[in-house]
């Protein structure tokens, strides 16, 4: 079963790295931060529970551990930013691609009914 995951995950990267290959770094990229900001928010919730369970109170500074975590939220919406304007850009040349198509074709469709 390693063997096999570690298969694929090579062919992963290596269709990562060639340039017109389906994948998307981009896609990668936000799945890995993903990943990671929730292994840290775990963590975070583990610490919380262990400080509770330990002595009964929290001794935690939460106003600092908020704004780690406005942080690791930060970081994963930076590396899903970039995809997600992508497809917005990429959106809006198709609506305008379908809007001249459609012109065309209203365009041929008067002509021949003259």
């Known amino acids: 079963m390693e063997c096999f995951l570690k ?3 090579w062919k992963l990267f290596k269709s990562l790295i060639r340039n017109s290959s389906g ?3 981009k896609s990668f990229g936000l799945v890995i ?3 990671v900001g929730a292994i ?3 963590s975070i919730a583990f610490l919380l529970i262990w400080d509770i369970v330990v002595d009964g ?3 935690t500074d939460l106003s600092k551990l908020g704004i780690f975590i406005l942080c690791v939220g930060c970081y994963t919406f930076g590396s899903g930013a970039n995809k ?3 497809e917005v850009a990429g959106g ?3 609506i305008e691609r379908r809007r001249r198509r459609m012109m065309r ?3 041929n469709i008067r002509e021949d009914k003259n």
Request: proline share 0%; glycine share 4%.
């Open 7 to 9: 298969v694929n995950m």
């Open 23 to 25: 994948e998307s770094s």
């Open 33 to 35: 931060s993903a990943i």
């Open 40 to 42: 840290i928010g775990l």
């Open 57 to 59: 109170v929290i001794d």
């Open 84 to 86: 997600m304007l992508s």
């Open 92 to 94: 809006e040349v198709m």
């Open 105 to 107: 074709r209203n365009k």
